[in-house]
């Protein structure tokens, strides 16, 4: 699998096999809309990872984890009072790494995120390869689907935010260190992912539903889109659909036509390569 060179190439993948799914391809092509998902939606149940690890923790690193915490749930209390409270709860429960239940800290900032925060999320997932063989198997129907190219220059919004998410090497959660490192947002359980999903090559966009009166639907702006890739298993009837799908977006966008390639096999490796693709 490879990267795009310039990296400002991004992709996502459509399975277009349902009535629903085909809905879901028009609405990018004809409305430039894609659905921002709740991250409490996701197929990965790590994902959010709203655990964090408190292994070789320090006190300090302790505190400043409360505070965050309080800060997050407190927000009328002043700086000065949450760190108060921080050292008050430190004190009384002491610091022996089993008298403070990271358990219980941990299912705190679970129900605080399920709770107050995702809701207010949406994401939108890509991926920065187009010819993973996994990808294709996964989310464009087993190779019968088609995946999109975006330019993520384009997608850049004020108060939106772009994300690359991380993954653990050794599948370790986060930690308190690095949690206290971002300032506590919420936005941070969703950078972390287990290395068993390293193929995706995932970067998130953060869509913020409140601000579009609790819609969805995240309209993108039009230059963003830029090819379709048709993949290798994709029936003729359904590559005409692709296509007069998008001969329709051209002509309503007053645009260029949209690039299309189509993923092939390669003939010596166990790989894909994406070619151009005859449309006339």
Not at 11 to 32: E, I, M, T
Not at 56 to 61: E, I, L, Q, R, T
Not at 207 to 219: A, I, K, N, V, W
């Amino acid at each position: 699998m490879s990267s795009d060179a310039t990296t400002t190439r991004i992709y996502r993948y459509y399975s277009f096999k349902s009535f629903r799914q085909k809905c879901g391809v028009a609405r990018l092509l004809l409305r430039n809309a894609v659905y921002a998902a709740d991250p409490l939606s996701f197929n990965d149940p790590f994902d959010p990872s709203t655990q964090v690890s408190f292994k070789n923790a320090s006190p300090a690193d302790i505190e400043e984890f409360v505070f965050n915490r309080f800060s997050h749930d407190h927000p009328q209390q002043s700086p000065q009072q949450v760190r108060k409270k921080a050292k008050d709860i430190i004190q009384e429960r002491g610091w022996d790494g089993d008298a403070l239940n990271w358990k219980l800290y941990n299912q705190a900032l679970q129900d605080h995120f399920e709770k107050e925060q995702a809701s207010k999320l949406g994401i939108v997932c890509f991926s920065k390869v187009k010819d993973d063989i996994l990808m294709w198997s996964h989310y464009a129907d087993g190779h019968r689907g088609v995946c999109f190219e975006f330019d993520s220059t384009a997608l850049n919004r004020p108060n939106e935010q772009f994300i690359d998410v991380r993954y653990r090497e050794h599948n370790e959660r986060p930690s308190v260190k690095e949690y206290n490192s971002d300032g506590g947002k919420d936005s941070f359980f969703l950078q972390f992912k287990s290395s068993h999903w390293d193929y995706e090559e995932e970067c998130r966009f953060f869509y913020y539903p409140e601000t579009y009166g609790g819609d969805r639907l995240c309209r993108l702006p039009p230059e963003s889109l830029t090819g379709i890739i048709i993949g290798c298993r994709m029936k003729a009837k359904e590559q005409n659909e692709i296509l007069t799908l998008a001969r329709l977006r051209t002509s309503k966008y007053k645009r260029p036509s949209l690039r299309v390639f189509r993923a092939a096999p390669n003939i010596d490796t166990y790989s894909l390569k994406v070619e151009s693709f005859p449309t006339s």
